[in-house]
């Protein structure tokens, strides 16, 4: 018998030596919790937006530190009470339906800091936050692709809502966990190939989906700087940094920053936890995976179908990015 085990002879001994390692390491993890948040309102206090000329980008600053001074001030207590959508092209004139879409996001969530992000708003908060990618974003060939990128990019530094333009809320963002504790990041079942009848009789017709089952990127809320969205981030930086301007020229938009990439990042997460796309393709109701809460078909696409209690997104697919068969496919599916 060593000299280490004649001095540990009662279990109360080994029981105070556990208690103060658990001690030790608790102290050590709140500390660096506190160190994380500090750090955090360190980056955006409002002595890092005196030379900021955006009043959007300056909002979204204030609101992210309000979060992290008051964790309880979100739609969940992960999740902030910020709303981001983006017009991109600020030169053109706002159509009636987007208007729609900002109004009814007003409606349903008086009290969110709301924030309607313009190009110029956007190339500031690259600037400012990520000046290192301002010469691999200037890459990017087209707008859709740099605002699919922008959405997440918005989601990782402030976190809160994202909704596309071409969106309807249809209820207030603090009701879309339904009461569920510890949500970290809310997203939705978009569609399934499986249920697409013309691309199944014509299979040499565009793919009108990514995936055969596909979760929706035109809504998505999360907590800042969630491990996920940091990782469809850095999956797109990873992109930029390896393909050639040629190469993105012909690049599917699906396959970037859309619901392709989003999808494969969210089923990487839950098959972990023994989840699969099945389990998301048959759900009529919504599905938790630790902190990652998913809605059934019902919840970011409501169209009357399946429980309106679930519905918080209506979908009027205004995107004048797809192609013609993709554009035909979606009216199909929203009819």
Request: aromatic share 12%.
């Amino acid at each position: 018998m060593s000299r280490w085990s004649r001095g540990l002879k009662t279990p109360q001994t080994i029981n105070l030596l556990l208690l103060v390692i658990i001690i030790i390491l608790l102290i050590d993890v709140a500390e660096h919790t506190m160190s994380c948040n500090k750090y955090s309102i360190g980056l955006l206090s409002r002595q890092n937006t005196v030379h900021i000329r955006s009043k959007v980008l300056r909002r979204a600053i204030f609101a992210a530190q309000a979060f992290y001074e008051k964790r309880q001030a979100g739609f969940t207590d992960h999740i902030p009470s910020i709303i981001h959508q983006i017009w991109y092209d600020w030169d053109k004139a706002m159509p009636p339906q987007v208007s729609r879409s900002v109004e009814s996001f007003q409606q349903w969530n008086p009290h969110a800091t709301r924030l309607l992000w313009r190009r110029k708003d956007l190339d500031e908060l690259v600037e400012h936050f990520y000046p290192w990618l301002n010469n691999l974003f200037s890459r990017l060939p087209s707008a859709i692709l740099k605002a699919d990128f922008l959405r997440f990019l918005l989601l990782q530094q402030f976190g809160g809502v994202y909704s596309d333009i071409d969106t309807l809320c249809l209820k207030p963002a603090y009701e879309w966990s339904n009461g569920r504790s510890n949500v970290s990041l809310i997203t939705g079942y978009e569609a399934s190939l499986r249920d697409d009848m013309m691309w199944q009789t014509h299979p040499n017709m565009a793919k009108p989906l990514a995936r055969d089952v596909q979760l929706a990127s035109w809504t998505v809320a999360a907590a800042p700087l969630h491990p996920l969205v940091v990782r469809l981030v850095h999956g797109c930086v990873s992109k930029l940094g390896n393909m050639t301007s040629d190469e993105w020229v012909e690049y599917d938009v699906l396959e970037f920053a859309g619901p392709g990439a989003w999808t494969d990042v969210i089923l990487d997460y839950i098959r972990s936890f023994g989840y699969t796309e099945d389990d998301i393709y048959r759900a009529q109701r919504p599905i938790q995976v630790s902190d990652v809460y998913i809605l059934p078909a019902a919840g970011f696409r409501w169209e009357s179908n399946g429980d309106e209690k679930w519905a918080c997104i209506r979908h009027t697919f205004l995107g004048s990015w797809k192609s013609p068969s993709r554009e035909k496919s979606n009216r199909i599916q929203s009819a």
